[in-house]
């Protein structure tokens, strides 16, 4: 049984230019939920997705936006990259009416110079 | 403004003797918490919860302690094992007993088991 794919696990870009990361859910998982990680920082929480709509959003700016496709898997994205937006992008995923404990991904490592 | 706290960055403890990890938070609404555990490379993996209507609860070496009242809960790992080596966790969730909705976690704590 897959677990939660992220991909690429790596990516450089330049500020100003757009990225898209994609997530694979756990086999049955229906909810994704997107996170950043900032070097010695805990994960904080992008948004979450459910039913191809965003559920909850954190205070993340405008420029991070998603989407979720009807396998239930999700892309983040994210324009006009800022050095700050250099981070660990961790996408989570879950069985949202069972309230189940999240399964992360990976991550893919985002650099952005 | 950090609702979620793990004051320490690091920890080191022997093989076979207690590890004490410490989180505190501040928002009085969160009603269940979580501890992760990751490894490098790796995402973070679920370990324990506890809901906030108990303030114990227990999973083999691992076992979880919640003090509402100082808002403070700490994991305790005994007896500590090298592959226990990994940065902690410590999460928690507003208005829901689930472990599915928007988490906000602490800085993390490096923990070390040395042989």
């Not at chain 1, 205070?59 to 250099?86: I, M």
């Not at chain 1, 660990?88 to 189940?100: I, N």
Request: charged share 20%; with cysteine.
């Amino acid at each position: 049984d897959a677990g939660v794919t992220q991909s690429p696990t790596h990516l450089i870009k330049t500020r100003g230019q757009q990225v898209t990361l994609r997530c694979s859910p756990k086999s049955g998982h229906d909810t994704v939920s997107w996170y950043q990680q900032a070097l010695g920082q805990g994960p904080q929480f992008i948004f979450q997705y459910y039913e191809e709509e965003e559920r909850q959003r954190g205070n993340f700016p405008d420029r991070f936006s998603g989407h979720q496709f009807p396998n239930y898997s999700s892309e983040l994205n994210v324009n006009a990259l800022l050095l700050g937006d250099s981070a660990l992008y961790l996408c989570a995923s879950s069985l949202v009416w069972r309230g189940e404990k999240l399964f992360f991904g990976s991550g893919t490592q985002l650099s952005v110079l | 403004d950090q609702q979620v706290k793990q004051n320490s960055p690091s920890l080191s403890v022997q093989e076979g003797r207690i590890s004490i990890l410490n989180c505190d938070y501040t928002n009085s609404m969160f009603d269940y918490f979580l501890w992760y555990k990751k490894y490098p490379a790796e995402g973070p993996t679920f370990l324990i919860s506890i809901s906030s209507i108990k303030d114990k609860n227990e999973d083999g070496r691992f076992t979880v302690f919640l003090n509402k009242s100082a808002k403070h809960l700490s994991l305790h790992i005994v007896p500590s094992q090298p592959g226990d080596s990994a940065v902690y966790f410590c999460a928690a969730i507003r208005g829901t007993q689930g472990g599915s909705e928007k988490l906000v976690f602490g800085k993390g704590t490096k923990l070390t088991v040395n042989p």
